[in-house]
């Protein structure tokens, strides 16, 4: 079963959703993992497609945009599309929904940050996990 951590912004947190799943997308792809980002609109992912790029000097975390890379050797795909393609490891979710495709991870990261529709776009989601019985972190972030 897909296991749901949800990763919230505190609100003296520096920062966003976006920087902080820059920074997961980083530890995650240090791990080995690889992972799929799930934005909600096209401009939403090219923003953390420059992102990835410029969120921490001396970072590197190999990245594209999902049609217009390789996704079979491309560890961090970024896509607003309804569907994920290739199962990956890890999906970080932007996006204000559940994607239909969530439950082909082995893990999911939900970030919601300090905005008040995040926030109750984020219990929403997490109410959609509890209800159909999905095993639940929350991890707040400073």
């Not at 997308?25 to 080995?32: A, T, V």
């Not at 990956?88 to 239909?100: E, G, R």
């Not at 999911?108 to 999905?134: C, L, M, N, S, W």
Request: hydrophobic share 35%; net charge neutral.
């Amino acid at each position: 079963m897909t296991q749901v951590d949800f990763y919230v912004l505190d609100e003296r947190a520096m920062g966003n959703r976006f920087t902080l799943a820059c920074r997961l997308s980083e530890k995650i792809y240090h791990q080995g993992r690889r992972i799929f980002i799930h934005t909600e609109s096209e401009e939403e992912s090219r923003h953390m497609n420059r992102l990835l790029w410029t969120f921490r000097q001396g970072s590197f975390v190999p990245h594209g945009m999902a049609k217009e890379c390789n996704p079979l050797t491309t560890p961090v795909i970024i896509s607003h599309d309804k569907e994920s393609g290739e199962e990956k490891d890890v999906l970080i979710n932007l996006a204000s929904v559940v994607p239909s495709f969530f439950s082909r991870f082995d893990r999911v990261a939900e970030i919601v940050d300090k905005e008040p529709q995040i926030v109750t776009a984020g219990r929403e989601r997490f109410r959609f996990y509890r209800d159909r019985g999905y095993p639940l972190n929350k991890h707040d972030i400073k």
